[in-house]
């Protein structure tokens, strides 16, 4: 099994700043993929960002150039630091893990942390 403890959101003004972490414990011992996806109220979730155990990134079109995915592997955290954020940016924010184990592969959520962003 494998627990998700997410932090970091808040409440931020328009082009204001936030950093969520979230991080890993119990059966981590092959974190694949990591990633940071939303869901706004009446919408379905979507994908934010996602970086691989290589350190290989990939970003929602909305968000390239104001939100970076980054992992700390010895920590089993991933991070997303959002800049310029917008009112359009508010939403429940859920860190998920792929996890390998043997031939298998095991998705994880976090319990999702929210952001709001006023204008």
């Known amino acids: 099994q494998v627990q998700l403890v997410e932090s970091g959101g808040g409440l931020v003004q328009a082009g204001g700043s936030l950093r969520l972490s979230c991080a890993a414990s119990g059966s981590t011992a092959s974190i694949n993929v990591m990633g940071w996806y939303r869901q706004a109220p009446g919408n379905q979730r979507e994908l934010v960002a996602t970086i691989t155990s290589g350190s290989i990134t990939n970003y929602a079109d909305s968000v390239k150039g104001r939100f970076t995915i980054s992992r700390d592997n010895a920590k089993n955290t991933v991070y997303l630091q959002m800049n310029s954020l917008k009112p359009e940016d508010t939403a429940v924010y859920y860190c998920?893990?792929?996890?390998?184990?043997?031939?298998?592969?095991?998705?994880?959520w976090g319990q999702g942390t929210q952001v709001t962003v006023s204008s």
């Open positions: 998920k893990i792929v996890v390998s184990i043997g031939v298998r592969q095991y998705g994880y």
